[in-house]
Structure formats: C-alpha cells, structure tokens
C-alpha cells in the first residue's frame, strides 16, 4: 500500500533530524579546522579544497538530487562552516540589490558578512585597508565590454585576483507602478544603461537618462518619484517596493557579467592548480613596430592559449597602452611557466593580476 502523506512527513522529519545531527558534527569538525588554522595564522577560505569537496560528492552522487542540487547545497554548507572559523567581511558596489551583492553571495555563500560600498574604488579601498577581507568588482561585460574602472583599479592596486564567477544579468525597468506612461527619466549605473541603449531608444526615447553610482542606487530613487524608473534586478526591485513596468530589457538576452573576486596577497595565497585555471596579466611593451605581435610568440611557442586580451591606455599622453591578458594554465604546469617567463623579457611592465580556477 503506498504511504500516506502523513507518514511520508513523518520520515522526512526523521531524515532532516539525523541530518542536523550530521551537519552539527561537521560545523563542529569546521570549528576545530578554524582553531588549528587561527593558531598557525593561515587563511580560513580555500577554495581549491571546497572545489574538491563539491567534485567529490558529485563523482559520488547516485541522484534523485541533480548535480547542481548537490554544489548549490555543499556551498550553503561550506560557507556556515566557513562563517563559524571566522566571518569573511566581502566588499562589493551596494546598496542592496546589486548584480555585485548577488556574485558576492553566488561565490562565498550567503554566510558573509556584507560590506557594501559606493563604488569600485571604494570597493578596493576596503579590500585594501582591511575593512573586507575580499572585494568583488565586475570587469567585463559580453554587451558593453570591460568595466575600464575596474581594470585601471587592478592595475595600480596591491590586490590581486583570487576567484571569477559570471552571471546572468536581466535588467527590468522598475517603477512605482507598472506602466510605462509619463518616465521624465530612467535612472542607472552607466553599465547598464548602455546595456539597454536599444530597448531605451525604441521604447523612451524622450526620457532622460540618468548616470547614478549602481543599478540599486536608482532603483531606490525611482522609489522617491513617480516620473523615475530604476533599471535594476528583481531583488533591487522587490528592496524598495517597486513593480516591473517591463522585463528583461536588456538588448542581448545573454548579457552577462563576469566579476573578479579580490585580495591582499597576505589573505589568500594563489590557489593551487585545479585542473581548469587562468593566469591574468597586465603588460605594457616598449613602444617599437612589431612589440605588440612579439609578445604573442611566446604563448604560441610553449602551446598556451590566450582567452582575453584588451587594451587600456596608459595615460602618458604618448599613445602607449596598457594590455590585459589572460591565458589558460597554472604556473606550475611547465609549459604556462615557460610562455609567462619568455613573455616577461619581451615587457617593459609586467604584473601578475592573478592565478585563479576559471569560473562556471
Ligand atoms: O578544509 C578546510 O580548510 C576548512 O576550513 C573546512 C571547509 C569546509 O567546510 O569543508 C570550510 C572552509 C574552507 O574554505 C574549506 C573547507
């Protein structure tokens, strides 16, 4: 006879019992992990190690729980065990709402305590001084390109690189009420508003647009005037009691948005070679005909693909440029250590930015 639903609570009530138990001996174990790691001053975060543990468990998992069920679940996890040996402050562009909040909690966990700034240079001063123990800037966009604040920042900042993790990004138009009838003005960060440039033009083509600090900011002054609309998340929307007077009104319905996660060098040593990793470098090459083709010879040379490769202007007045680049590898796999080594002779700066696991 099949189970009543009663019953079937019942055993469900059993399971969740014995999993409290279970989880409560390993934020135990966690405890005792922060204790060793407290006495010989050694970052609580590594994760290299919750990568192992996640792959682990889907090597092992017989299902019905789906793969992503099961490293969505291990990262809740993690991140209260991680927040029971010490809480991890995380900077990111606020108020709440932000696609930056929602990376922050994608990567750490919702375990975290949230250091929300009002923008990116703020977000690197706090990573920097000490008030976060990590910071999480976006750096590209695949609509709008590199976020150049954020690349200029990492080139003169002493942080370095230590995660990615990229994230759909749907911008609504949110507003008081759900009509598009009378917006004098449609306030947002400028990211997104070039985001949307198309939808805006087509759709409000009278309306003003307003630069503001981040998405959230101008969600939350829409909030204060009818005639406003926030280009902002569901959530930013939801935070100040807005209605969506349109969805998804981003040009590109895979707009996406890649975000660096950031450290003192002290924080968090390079992460160990995971199997799928990235070197990102900054360069700048003598100002010669020919230096800028050089400086690919040697990825070529030792077999090292380059994923990323952009160019800032170095503010010298004399056309010369700064050139970020990112290449596939570690530097402990000989043939990543040799391309980087040859490329370092051929450069009149040269920076590491960071060695990290590539993220989803
Ligand atoms: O193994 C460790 O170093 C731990 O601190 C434990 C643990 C975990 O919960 O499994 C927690 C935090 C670290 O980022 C990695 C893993």
Request: glycine share 8%; hydrophobic share 45%; with cysteine.
């Amino acid at each position: 006879m099949p189970k009543d639903l009663a019953q079937l609570r019942g055993e469900i009530d059993a399971v969740d019992r014995e999993l409290l138990g279970l989880l409560n001996r390993r934020a135990a174990l966690a405890n005792e992990v922060g204790d060793l790691k407290r006495a010989e001053g050694s970052p609580v975060f590594r994760p290299e190690r919750e990568a192992e543990v996640i792959n682990g468990l889907q090597a092992l998992n017989p299902g019905p729980l789906k793969q992503e069920n099961v490293a969505t679940i291990w990262r809740e996890i993690m991140s209260a065990c991680r927040a029971l040996e010490a809480p991890q402050r995380v900077a990111y562009l606020g108020p709440t709402g932000t696609f930056s909040e929602q990376a922050a909690v994608q990567f750490f966990g919702s375990s975290i305590e949230h250091v929300p700034c009002v923008s990116f240079d703020e977000v690197f001063q706090a990573a920097a001084a000490g008030t976060a123990q990590y910071g999480v800037v976006p750096v590209e966009n695949s609509t709008e390109g590199v976020v150049t604040r954020s690349l200029d920042l990492l080139l003169t900042s002493p942080l370095h690189i230590v995660g990615e993790i990229s994230l759909l990004v749907r911008h609504h138009l949110l507003r008081k009420h759900a009509s598009l009838d009378g917006i004098e003005a449609v306030l947002a960060h400028p990211q997104a508003l070039a985001q949307c440039q198309g939808w805006l033009g087509k759709h409000l083509p009278n309306a003003e647009r307003r630069a503001v600090a981040s998405n959230a900011e101008g969600a939350r002054l829409a909030a204060t005037n009818p005639a406003w609309a926030g280009i902002a998340s569901e959530r930013a929307g939801s935070e100040f009691g807005l209605h969506i007077a349109a969805h998804a009104i981003q040009d590109d319905a895979f707009n996406r948005t890649r975000f660096a996660v950031v450290c003192l060098p002290q924080t968090l040593a390079a992460p160990q070679a995971s199997g799928k990793d990235c070197v990102s470098l900054v360069v700048s090459v003598p100002n010669r005909p020919g230096a800028v083709h050089d400086i690919l010879v040697p990825l070529k040379q030792h077999g090292v693909s380059m994923t990323r490769f952009e160019s800032r202007p170095a503010r010298s007045g004399q056309w010369e440029y700064f050139f970020f680049i990112d290449v596939e590898g570690h530097p402990s796999q000989p043939h990543v250590a040799a391309a980087l080594a040859d490329l370092r002779k051929l450069c009149a700066f040269y920076k590491v930015l960071g060695t990290y696991p590539v993220g989803d």
